[in-house]
């Protein structure tokens, strides 16, 4: 098992550690039982991670003694909403949680920001500890504290920043993980390549055959180095006044195409889009060389992932949806552009006909 620490300055949270492995749900309840000792342990999941997991972590706690209880809610994006949160605080309630319960996320990224969510506002707070097993979870939304749910208006509008007190990536749970969800982990972690790291970029490059199997070396490599940039970025800009803002790349027009789609590209579609539209801009103004745009289309397309927006989404519609974008600046959307593939910056000044440019070209 691998351990990476989180260093935070006491500011607003504490320091904890992620920690990697394969096959560690063993460990894990161990050290959920030595390092966040509490009166009970509430698992929050959603019903298909509940049957393939849940079912059995939660027998595993009690097996050492737990006083430990299982919630899980309808699976899906549509459940993160606010009527999820009043049922399973609700539910806590019935199950007698208090402020001496650890809440224990169980899921992908919709049941990690909800535990998360609660954790920062049931009874005024209570500690959560993150299980990811969805790869974006593991990589990305499980780490660094943004937890949120959505409303009618778009995702993720309502939320705190509330760090876990540890998190534990097991990376047995990707081989239950549908083709589709898998897909989504794998545009993240090209992200992470793109905004940091040219030697891991180049290892997918040369590997993608062998990540696309979840060969286990491979896999607990790259999961470790993605964690390892996280954790680096959360600690120089915990609250996302700057740096942290480059892992949105690829998210800004990626949400924009999602929203447009009515949620018929998934997320790791939009942001796989949305990384070569970025890439296409900054080569447009002269940022980048054309050849490593080149480059990360041919790392998506080589993930499997699109590489042509659908004909049917309309420009003008994708432009409008960019200007909803809550991470925007009065009038100015922050599309993180590159230098170089592994030199992200922030530029808030892409004009309207270069987006609109970019998304004509690359429609199908
Ligand atoms: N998923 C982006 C972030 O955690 O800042």
Redo the contacts with the bound molecule.
Sequence with gaps: MRSIKVNLEKKYSSSYEIRIGNGIIDRIALLVAKNHKADKYAIITDDNVARLHGKNFLAVLKNIGLNADMIDFPAGEASKNIGTILDISDKLLKLGADRTTCLIALGGGVAGDMTGFIASVYMRGVPYVQIPTSLVAQV??A??G?TAIDLPAGKNLLGTFNQPSEVFADLNFLNTLPAKEFENGLAEIIKYGIIDDEKMFILLEDNMDAVKQKDPVMMLKIVENCCRI?KA??EIDER?QGL??I??YG?TLGHALEAVSDYKLSHGEGVALGMIAAARISAKKNYLDAQEATRIEEIIRLANLPTKIPGFLPAGEIINRLQMDKKKKGDTIHFVLLKKIGMPFINGGVANDIIGEVIEEMKL
């Design positions: 990305d939304s780490i660094g943004k996280k970025i959360i996302e942290r803002r892992l949105n998210h």
